[in-house]
């Protein structure tokens, strides 16, 4: 099993529309990192939904429930989404600026390329998030 973080503005696509909609398309990334990453999940795979923008953090988990197949918004085979199902609200947001605090956090991916809209995590980095939102 791998663990991710994906990002949406609230505004586009929330948490709570994922709820609403049962299963969601994540689909038009255009940063070729954040495909690649995508291309690399499997059915099973949790997430972490961070909401991005103005009021940013961790909201949420999520799971991947269809992997990788050509993205329904693009004009050309090279882009690629999944299909996602919400899992839990968290207790509590977690913010970047909260996972910073951590050293135990110093080497992920969501500090050193914090902008990246699809990121992996290590299941202990996943599971100290989830245990920073109790």
């Known amino acids: 099993m791998n663990y991710w973080i994906i990002k949406s ?45 103005k009021n940013a953090g961790i909201v949420a988990t999520a799971e991947v429930v269809k992997e990788a197949y050509p993205d329904p918004t693009a004009n050309d085979n ?20 909260e996972i910073k605090k951590h050293d135990e956090l110093a080497d992920s991916q969501l500090v050193k390329q914090s902008r990246l809209s699809v990121i992996p995590l290590n299941k202990e980095e996943f599971n100290f998030i989830i245990n920073l939102s109790q």
């Open 9 to 53: 503005e609230p505004e586009e696509y929330s948490f709570d529309d994922l709820v609403k909609d049962k299963v969601g398309v994540w689909s038009g990334v255009r940063n070729y990192q954040a495909r690649n990453n995508i291309r690399e999940m499997k059915k099973g795979d949790l997430l972490l939904f961070y909401h991005s923008g």
């Open 78 to 97: 090279k882009w690629v989404a999944v299909d996602v199902k919400p899992k839990e609200k968290l207790n509590q947001k977690v913010t970047l600026k």
